[in-house]
DNA sequence: GTCTATAATTCGATAGAC
DNA sequence: GTCTATCGAATTATAGAC
């Protein structure tokens, strides 16, 4: 008797195995010193399976670079408190998956990198916002300023490592961003 | 008759020739991507110019990454406009010179120059701070927080280039941006 | 499906002529 | 001081045996 239904083949826990490493890797090293050996010795594999699963390096980027950043829904949030609650989602995001802070590293040296990640912010968090209502060029940039912040606070607490940052705990770091993304999100336009 | 006092040397033009394409390029592509060879063919010299004033890739980084923010001094800004100033200060400071891109770049992935960016934002950006008084502990922290956001904008402007901060004029810049660095720098510890 | 062997580049760095 | 020539290492990617 055979698997049924979606067929767990073998091959899957290798592609598994692979994307986990890749990860890792882009994350600590940045795109360019990733390198596709190491990848595969991480995943206790052999070099030639990457390309055979991944086809190049860059296809291996664009799948291990797969992203999600599952925003809550804002308008299920109280509107005073947006910005708490988009910090302390980045946060956890953060913590617990590698794949954000490979994207930021990636990015800066790595055009394809730059050009998925201007996509996950401008689609997904762009669609967010404009979920709060306003006219949609003003909740684009209202988007961008809140990528401003978000990202910076990725880079200096995750690739830079400040140690100002870095020694911050969560809860702190949503006392002092989430003010700012609030006032990004809500309020008035400057004159 | 020969040149007298600091004996302005042939090589020094392409000693500075060198420096300007090398910022450019670590700017343009980062530490790994940006060559030797492709640095000495933009200052119209022979590769191995590089090694022999520069030592090392490394060396020549390490003098390229030269860097001082210039901060003005903020005892003598009205303690209402501190952040209006920093944000000013920087954008005026990026638009007219690569080096710090080059920097925010390279330390993505270069410990290196991620070493030598802690080392100019903790001890220019921390001491611009702690002359604005109060504790020590608490400046850095203050510090740090600007720094969030400073770089924040450098890296979503000149390296991601999103759109919607790209479009941004550094006045409507100063404009969002300022009252985040203002309260980092001068607003009361949340609880 | 997995691995060995290697092709084809590209890079940093060195040696040495002029 | 400047350039030619090249070394040695590392990389992605491919061809093909098992």
Redesign the interface.
């Known amino acids: 008797m055979t698997d049924t239904a979606p067929r767990a083949r073998r091959s899957d826990a290798t592609r598994a195995a692979i994307l986990r490493a890749a990860r890792e890797r882009f994350a600590a090293?940045?795109y360019?010193?990733a390198t596709i050996r190491a990848i595969a010795a991480d995943a206790r594999i052999d070099p030639s399976m990457v390309m055979r699963y991944f086809g190049s390096k860059e296809g291996l980027f664009a799948a291990a670079a797969e992203f999600d950043l599952r925003l809550p829904d804002l308008a299920g949030v109280p509107r005073d408190r947006v910005g708490e609650a988009l910090v302390r989602h980045f946060l956890d995001r953060w913590e617990s998956d590698d794949t954000l802070v490979a994207l930021?590293?990636a990015?800066?040296?790595n055009p394809g990198a730059?050009e998925r990640?201007?996509g996950i912010?401008?689609d997904q968090l762009g669609a967010a916002v404009t979920g709060l209502g306003g006219d949609p060029t003003g909740a684009?940039?209202r988007?961008?300023?809140v990528?401003?912040?978000?990202?910076?606070?990725a880079?200096?607490?995750y690739?830079?490592?400040?140690?100002?940052?870095v020694?911050?705990t969560p809860a702190?770091l949503v006392?002092?961003?989430a003010?700012?993304v609030q006032?990004?999100l809500t309020g008035p336009t400057?004159?």
């Open positions: 090293d940045g360019d010193r930021v590293r990015a800066s040296t730059a990640m201007r912010f401008a684009l940039r988007a961008g300023l990528a401003s912040q978000i990202l910076g606070l880079f200096t607490r690739v830079l490592r400040l140690p100002p940052v020694d911050l702190d006392a002092w961003v003010p700012t006032r990004y400057p004159a």
